[in-house]
């Protein structure tokens, strides 16, 4: 592939930017620079430079953030900053999306990717791909309340009652509950049908990817990872046995 249009597939900027770049002598290949846009590149394994910062070649982009409180999972946010914003430039030129949103105040695992088809795949209600949630209550948490999540809750959009795949208390007012519907505010819904309320709530796993486990671990608020192929195998056993 031509050097020039590499750039631009990884997000570099238009044609004529990426030009521009390796005109000026910002590219590196291999570690030798290169100033031809039309050099041909194999893109097997690629390793470049573009003004000093190491970049990998990948025909398509996976990544995992830890989101924080307080971000829209929007590219034009209403109310707050967006989710987009903790992202590199490239990655956002590249036009990835989230699979499936959160909350602006929920925090937690929320996966990206440019692969429609990936996206596709993980968020579509026909999947039921599993996600594991854990709620800040606003009374303490009860037996009961366990077990009817467990029975299944009535939510007015849904036709039949709607049960938590898991759930059970980690502290009084702690609870861990896992789900694989996918609709708008549902695990706060469903905790409210059950009779408490959520007032905190934060996304630990998403199909077979748990935050603080494996690739996730030590992935701070803000911080972002790619997923790699052993990661997305993960994510795609999950969707297979739903």
Same mark, same amino acid.
């Given at each position: 592939?031509?050097?020039?249009?590499?750039?631009?597939?990884?997000?570099?900027?238009?044609?004529?930017?990426?030009?521009?770049?390796?005109?000026?002598?910002?590219?590196r290949?291999?570690?030798?620079?290169?100033?031809?846009?039309?050099?041909?590149?194999?893109?097997?394994?690629?390793?470049?430079?573009?003004?000093?910062?190491?970049?990998?070649?990948r025909?398509?982009?996976?990544?995992?953030?830890?989101?924080?409180?307080?971000?829209?999972?929007?590219?034009?946010p209403?109310?707050?900053?967006?989710?987009?914003?903790?992202?590199p430039?490239?990655?956002?030129?590249?036009?990835?999306?989230?699979?499936?949103?959160?909350?602006?105040?929920?925090?937690? /695992? /929320?996966?990206?990717?440019?692969?429609?088809?990936?996206?596709?795949?993980?968020?579509?209600?026909?999947?039921?791909?599993?996600?594991?949630?854990?709620?800040?209550?606003?009374?303490p948490?009860?037996?009961?309340?366990?077990?009817? /999540?467990?029975?299944?809750?009535?939510?007015?959009?849904?036709?039949?009652?709607?049960?938590?795949?898991?759930?059970?208390?980690?502290?009084?007012?702690? /609870?861990?509950?896992?789900?694989?519907?996918g609709?708008?505010?549902?695990?706060?819904?469903?905790?409210?049908?059950?009779?408490?309320?959520?007032?905190?709530?934060?996304?630990?796993?998403?199909?077979g990817?748990?935050?603080?486990?494996?690739?996730l671990?030590?992935?701070?608020?803000?911080?972002?990872?790619?997923?790699?192929?052993?990661?997305?195998?993960?994510?795609?056993?999950a969707?297979?046995?739903?």
């Amino acid at each position: 592939m031509k050097l020039e249009r590499i750039l631009q597939n990884q997000g570099f900027g238009s044609r004529r930017q990426c030009r521009q770049w390796v005109e000026l002598g910002e590219v590196r290949v291999n570690g030798e620079v290169v100033d031809d846009p039309g050099a041909e590149i194999d893109t097997t394994g690629l390793v470049f430079e573009v003004e000093g910062h190491s970049w990998t070649y990948r025909e398509k982009t996976y990544v995992a953030l830890h989101k924080p409180a307080g971000y829209e999972c929007s590219h034009e946010p209403k109310h707050h900053r967006s989710v987009y914003s903790l992202l590199p430039q490239q990655l956002v030129v590249r036009n990835v999306q989230s699979v499936g949103r959160l909350d602006q105040d929920t925090t937690g /695992l /929320l996966l990206f990717s440019d692969d429609g088809a990936f996206i596709h795949n993980l968020s579509s209600p026909k999947k039921h791909v599993p996600k594991v949630y854990r709620a800040e209550l606003a009374e303490p948490g009860t037996d009961a309340l366990v077990q009817r /999540l467990l029975d299944g809750v009535d939510l007015i959009d849904e036709p039949q009652p709607v049960p938590a795949l898991h759930a059970r208390l980690l502290a009084e007012k702690t /609870l861990e509950m896992s789900i694989d519907l996918g609709k708008y505010h549902v695990v706060k819904r469903m905790i409210a049908a059950a009779g408490n309320h959520v007032e905190q709530l934060h996304r630990s796993g998403f199909g077979g990817l748990n935050l603080g486990e494996g690739p996730l671990s030590g992935l701070s608020e803000g911080q972002w990872v790619y997923l790699e192929e052993a990661d997305l195998q993960l994510l795609h056993s999950a969707a297979r046995k739903a």
